[in-house]
């Protein structure tokens, strides 16, 4: 494979989910990874990069600290205990919570999201951290955690917003939004992302919009029988658009209108989920453009 055929950090990024900076963290300071280079310096990844990417990913999912996958993926040997950096981390964000330390708590957030996939950080380290801090006489550090990762995340998901030509998912918080937050973040295509949820009498405008692919109700609460029956009216326009709820408070017990589809699972699994629908839409519209062409 010579350079024109090989991948470009972008395409490797979305093919492998690890964000482009993490990549080049993996490479330039933990020397996991060598890309080639063109004659400009920009790097070129083969099929060889990309499988040991995913042996990278598969030791970071079991635990094992970065600074230690080199070792183990030369020696090509199972280490002994995996203790993974996330009790760690959460003690070192208690005890910067616990100072008002916000710096370096922000330093930690840094060093984290510059080392692991922005997946492994939330489900290792925010969401187990979220829920130490829900224990009474912790309420105001949860406050003070919440509020942070809230400003971390909007400008991400400012820029993760479709532009005038992309097609997009309207991801809306229901109660809690930072569940809904971190599923934005995590998606594979671009979204939307309301923290307020929307009655569903008033989004009648946005369900016949050419670009929306769908929408995407992130339950980080239990709405109440009211709230639903603003939220979902038992009826809803035919619009042809995904119609999906997810999230920590999707239960056995919460009631749905009938063209409200249910999505259990993590966030990589409805991201991936939201991913295939986009593209089956894609599809969908490329060969109704050809079938225009005279």
């Known amino acids: 494979m010579n350079t024109k055929e090989r991948l470009t950090i972008q395409a490797v990024s979305r093919r492998c989910g690890v964000n482009p900076v993490t990549l080049r963290a993996w490479e330039r300071r933990y020397g996991l990874i060598r890309p080639a280079r063109t004659e400009r310096g920009h790097r070129r990844y083969n099929e060889a990069d990309v499988a040991r990417i995913r042996s990278i990913l598969a030791w970071l999912d079991r635990g094992l600290p970065i600074s230690q996958v080199r070792a183990v993926l030369e020696r090509g040997e199972a280490p002994g205990a995996v203790t993974g950096p ?61 509020s942070f990762l809230r400003q971390k995340l909007s ?6 917003a479709p532009s005038r030509r992309q097609h997009g998912w309207l991801v809306m918080a229901v109660g809690d939004p930072l569940p809904a937050m971190f599923q934005a973040a995590l ?15 008033e989004l009648g405008a946005w369900l016949s919009h050419s670009h929306l692919d769908g929408l995407l109700w992130v339950l980080g609460e239990h709405p109440g029988r009211r709230q639903s029956n603003r939220l979902w009216p038992e009826r809803m326009p035919d619009s042809g658009l995904a119609l999906w709820c997810c999230g920590p408070a999707l239960t056995g017990e919460l009631r749905t209108p009938e063209w409200l589809t249910r999505c259990p699972g993590g966030f990589a699994e409805v991201a991936g989920a939201m991913s295939d629908w986009s593209a089956t839409m894609a599809a969908g519209r490329a060969d109704h453009a050809s079938d225009l062409v005279p």
């Open 187 to 201: 998606s594979e295509v671009p979204v939307w992302t309301l923290v307020l949820p929307v009655a569903g009498a």
């Open 155 to 160: 400008g991400p998901l400012l820029a993760a």
């Open 86 to 146: 996330w009790h760690q981390a959460m003690e070192e964000a208690r005890v910067a919570l616990d100072d008002l330390n916000v710096r370096r708590l922000e330093q930690l957030f840094r060093r984290l999201t510059g080392d692991y996939p922005l997946e492994q950080v939330v489900n290792g380290w925010c969401e187990p951290l979220r829920s130490h801090l829900q224990m009474p006489g912790r309420i105001a550090a949860r406050a003070l955690f919440d």
